[in-house]
């Protein structure tokens, strides 16, 4: 499941709009419904309202009803280079998976045959949520 998950962020990847950056980053999110969301950065000659995977991904998944997780698939590189193994999802990205997904959530990382599984709890600790509210 994992190594199919980043063989579709891969092929999501292709859709990336990074005219700026030349980074183009692919995301494969799996709701417990079973149902697979992709996404892929869209950047903008603004700068800000650039969108990244991961968040492409779960936009698409809450807009569509989907709002329970099990696990992430994100890929990134340079264009025309080999994939990083080292991205792992920016700050902003990490508030927004807080916000639906237990500590448990998984992140899967690096390449269809080289990629390491963390949780949200570990790349997320001492986060802010709802029950500070
Ligand atoms: N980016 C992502 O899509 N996800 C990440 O986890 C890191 C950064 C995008 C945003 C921007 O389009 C480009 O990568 C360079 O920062």
């Known amino acids: 499941m994992k190594k199919q998950l ?5 092929k999501a990847r292709e859709m990336a ?3 700026y950056s030349h980074y183009k980053v ?6 417990k419904s079973g149902k697979i969301y992709t996404g892929c950065n869209v950047e903008n000659a603004s700068f800000t309202p650039t969108n990244c995977a991961e968040r492409t991904a779960f936009f698409k ?3 569509e009803g989907d709002r329970e997780f099990e696990m992430i698939a994100i890929v990134a590189g ?4 080999e994939l990083s193994k080292n991205c792992t999802p920016c700050g ?7 916000e639906f997904c237990h500590k448990d959530f998984k992140i899967i990382l690096g390449t269809p045959d080289d990629f390491k599984v963390l949780t949200l ?13």
């Open 6 to 10: 980043i063989e579709t962020a891969v």
């Open 17 to 19: 709009y990074a005219p």
């Open 26 to 31: 692919g995301a494969a999110l799996l709701a």
């Open 61 to 63: 998944a809450i807009s």
């Open 78 to 81: 340079k264009d025309g280079e």
């Open 92 to 98: 902003v990205c990490r508030q927004v998976m807080t």
């Open 121 to 133: 709890e570990e790349i997320m600790p001492h986060s802010f949520t709802a029950t500070e509210l």
